[in-house]
């Protein structure tokens, strides 16, 4: 009878033993699973952030190419710059439908876009003008994107320093849809 006992309890632990093992295992896969799939959403954000910060820079090179420009040459060179503009929102477009719970990327989104209209009229003025661009607003603006391109994080990072970093550059393109009215 003792015997009958100790193999029930046996059988007992053993059927406890199987049931955990098997819970543990089903558990571990679907933890992988589960990390594999943000590491991958990682790798797509930092894609397309850093295809964003390269289109900032390029815009920054433009600004200050345009700035030793000659005054016939300035319309066309704004106008580069403005399709750069374009290029920038459309990356910004990009980085937002692919990068899930991107903090501040909303404001920034648009305050660009905000910008973008603004400069198309400095961009008509100038050339419907033919005089050239008001260099006082030329130098804000590339100051501002200057800033901004200095300022941004390099790689993208989940992390509260990335974003508090990343908001503290968007700071600088707060100030440009207004930047025409100011005086």
Same mark, same amino acid.
């Given at each position: =009878?003792?015997?009958? =006992? ?12 199987? !049931? ?13 699973? /589960?990390?594999? %799939? ?7 954000? $930092? +894609?397309?952030?850093? $295809?964003?910060? +390269? ?11 345009? +700035?030793?420009?000659?005054? &016939? #040459? !300035?319309? !066309?060179? =704004? ?7 374009? @290029? ?7 980085? #937002? ?14 305050? @660009? $876009?905000?910008?973008?209209?603004? @400069?198309?009229?400095?961009?008509? +003025?100038?050339?419907?003008?033919? &005089?050239?661009? #008001? $260099? ?8 501002? !994107? ?11 990072? %989940?992390? %509260? ?17 207004? /930047?025409? @009215? #100011?005086?």
């Amino acid at each position: =009878m003792k015997e009958r =006992m100790l193999a029930y309890r046996r059988k007992k632990h053993s059927k406890i033993i199987i !049931i955990v093992a098997v819970f543990i295992i089903f558990l571990s896969i679907v933890l992988l699973i /589960i990390n594999s %799939n943000a590491k991958k959403r990682i790798e797509v954000t $930092s +894609s397309y952030y850093a $295809s964003f910060v +390269s289109s900032v820079q390029t815009l920054d090179k433009m600004l200050a190419q345009t +700035s030793g420009a000659k005054a &016939d #040459e !300035i319309a !066309i060179k =704004m106008l580069d710059v403005y399709t750069t503009v374009i @290029f920038v929102n459309d990356r910004l477009d990009l980085l #937002e439908d692919n990068a899930h719970g991107f903090l501040g990327l909303e404001v920034l989104k648009n305050d @660009f $876009s905000a910008f973008k209209y603004t @400069f198309a009229s400095i961009v008509r +003025s100038c050339i419907e003008d033919r &005089d050239g661009l #008001e $260099s006082e607003i030329h130098w804000k603006v590339a100051k501002h !994107i200057h800033l901004f391109s200095i300022n941004l994080p390099r790689n993208y990072e %989940n992390s %509260n320093d990335f974003y508090n970093q990343f908001r503290r550059a968007a700071e600088h393109i707060k100030p440009l849809p207004n /930047i025409p @009215f #100011e005086k």
